[in-house]
C-alpha cells in the first residue's frame, strides 16, 4: 500500500503548486494587459485565467482518482482524471474563440492603441520561467505515474511557453512600428493574439483526442499485438480475446489463452499465472485477467485424443488397445461408469462417447467400449484371508522359469464372492522399461490363471531393486523386507 500512497501525494503536491502558479501568472497578466491595452498580453491572462481553472480541476481529480476500487467502480476511479483531461480541453477550446473573435475585431474593425512597457516584456518573461518549471514538474509525474490529468496540465503550461514567445514578438513588432514609423507593425499584436489561438487549438486538438480516446475505452492499435507478444510464454498454444481498458494511469487487460487440452488443471493454471506475470512486466498493467482454454495439439495421438473425449463425457478410459490395420485403425477399451447407472444410461453415455470419437477422428473404422463400474459400491467388497498353498506353488514355479526370474514375496490371497483375489510384490532392476515390465506382469498373471482354478483379481505390484543384488535375487533384503 506505500506505493499508491507515495503517488498520491506526489500527485496532489505538484497539483497544488501549479494552482498557485496560475493564480500569480492569471493576477499578473490581468493588471499589466489592462495597463498596457495588450490583446497579446489579455489573451494570455484568459489563457492563464483557465489555466487556474484547470489546475484546480487536476488537483481535484487526481485526488478523487486515488481513491479505492468499490461496488460502483470495480476498476478504480482513474477516469476522474480523463474527464479532468476532457474538461481543460474544452476549457482551451472556448479560449480560442475569445481570442479570435476578438483578434477579427481589431485587425479589420476597431483600434486598440497598445502601449509597449517594460512590464509587458517583463511579465511575459516571468511567465516563460514559471511555465517551464511547472510544465518539467508536471510533465515528470505524469510520466512518472501515467497521469492523463498532469499530463494535461502540462501541455498547458507548456502551450504558455510558446504562446508567451509569440506575445513577446508582436510586442516588439508594436515598438519597431511606433519607432520607424510603420503603422501597419502595430496590427501585429492582434496577429500575436492568432497565433496564440492557434498554439491553444492544436494543443487541445491533441489533448481532446487522447482523452476521448481513454473514455471510450480505445488503445493503440499495437497494444494487443503486444500483449499477445508477451503472453506466448511456454506451453501458450495461442492467444485470443486481447481486450484492454484504461482507467486513468491503471490499464486493465483481458485475455483468452489456448492450451494444450491434455494438460492438467494445476500446469494450465501454472501456464495462466506466467503469462499474467509477463504482461504485467511488459506492459506495466493493473490488472491481467486470463481465461483458459483447451486445444487440441498438432498431430495429437488416438489414444490422448480417446482419454480427453471419454473425461469430457465425464468418463474414465483405460486399458486402450489401438489396432493399426492396412484399412483403418480401430480402438477397443474400457469405460469406467458411475456404478449407480443402469445398464441402458451407462450404455447410452458410452454411445455418446463413441460418436463423438467418430467424429473427431473420421478415418476409425471401429470403437469397442468394455463398461466397468466405478464408486464407493463397485470398489468395497468383503474378503476373507485364505493360506492357499497350491497358489504359492503355482506363483513360485512361474517365476522360476520367467526371463527374468522373479521372486514373488508378501503374497496374499482372499476369498471374495466364490473367487480367489491374488496380490504380490516382485522386485525388477531398475532400467527395465514399464512396458517391459506390463507384458512380463500379464505373462504371469495368464498362466496363473491357466494353473490354479477360480483365481479373480490378479494385482501384481512391481518395484525396483534397491541394488544389483536385490535384482539378481528377485526380492528385496532383510533390511527392506518389511516395506
Known sequence: MAQPDTAAREKRGVALSSVVAAVLLAGTKIVVGVTTGSLGILSEAAHSGLDLAAAAMTWWAVRAAADPPDRRHPYGHGKFENLSALFETLLLLGTCLWIVYEATLRLFFKWVPVEVTFWGFAVMAGSIVINHSRARALGRVARKYQSQALEADALHFSSDIWSSWVVIGGLVAVALAQRLGLPWLERADALA?????????????????????????????????????????????????????????????????????????????????????????????????????????????LLTTSRLLAARHGLGAHAIRIYEQPEGASVELHLEVDDKLRLDEAHDRADRFEAALHEAIPSLRRVVTHLEPTGDGSATCRGASLDDASVGRALDEICARSEPLLFPHEVVVQHVDGALDVSFHCTLAPDTSIVDAHALTERVEKELRARVSHVGRVVIHLEPAADAADAANGGPSDADSGA
Open 193 to 301: 493574439a492568432l497565433g496564440v489561438a492557434g498554439i491553444v487549438v492544436w494543443v487541445s486538438m491533441k489533448l481532446g483526442k487522447k482523452t476521448v480516446d481513454d473514455l471510450v475505452d480505445a488503445v493503440p492499435e499495437d497494444l494487443p499485438g503486444k500483449v499477445a507478444a508477451a503472453a506466448r510464454v511456454d506451453g501458450v498454444l495461442d492467444v485470443r480475446a486481447v481486450r484492454l481498458r484504461r482507467s486513468g494511469p491503471e490499464l486493465f487487460v483481458e485475455m483468452t489463452l489456448a492450451v494444450a487440452r491434455d494438460a492438467s488443471f494445476e500446469k494450465a493454471h501454472d501456464i495462466a499465472h506466467r503469462a499474467e506475470a509477463a504482461v504485467r512486466q511488459e506492459l506495466a498493467a493493473t490488472d491481467v485477467v486470463v481465461h483458459v482454454e483447451p486445444a487440441p495439439i498438432e498431430g495429437e495421438s
